[in-house]
């Protein structure tokens, strides 16, 4: 952790940090496989079927998505839904129940 977030986390919490990290690495993994497979941030809306604000508030890191948006994400976006934000494939996921 850098002195600048152990600063915030001390004013903050811990906790708050590492949510607002767990968000971060969330939002720019949505807006990689987005790009990754030529979506417009409008065309992963309308496939998902949220509005397009949704997802510019997401990859800005203005909005945390709901579980429900994350699904519908992960669907159209063809990659597992993780739940702590780091990258895997969907045989690691299951492997692991």
Do not use: C
Not at 60 to 81: D, H, M, N, Q
């Amino acid at each position: 952790m850098s002195d600048y977030i152990r600063k915030y986390a001390d004013l903050t919490g811990k906790d708050h940090v590492e949510n607002l990290q767990w968000e971060g690495r969330v939002a720019a993994q949505i807006k990689k496989h987005r790009k990754k497979i030529g979506y417009s941030q409008q065309e992963l809306a309308d496939k998902a079927g949220i509005p397009k604000s949704t997802i510019g508030r997401i990859e800005a890191g203005l909005t945390s998505p709901r579980t429900e948006t994350l699904y519908k994400l992960s669907r159209v976006l063809g990659i597992p839904f993780v739940i702590d934000g780091t990258e895997g494939t969907q045989e690691d996921e299951y492997s692991k129940a």
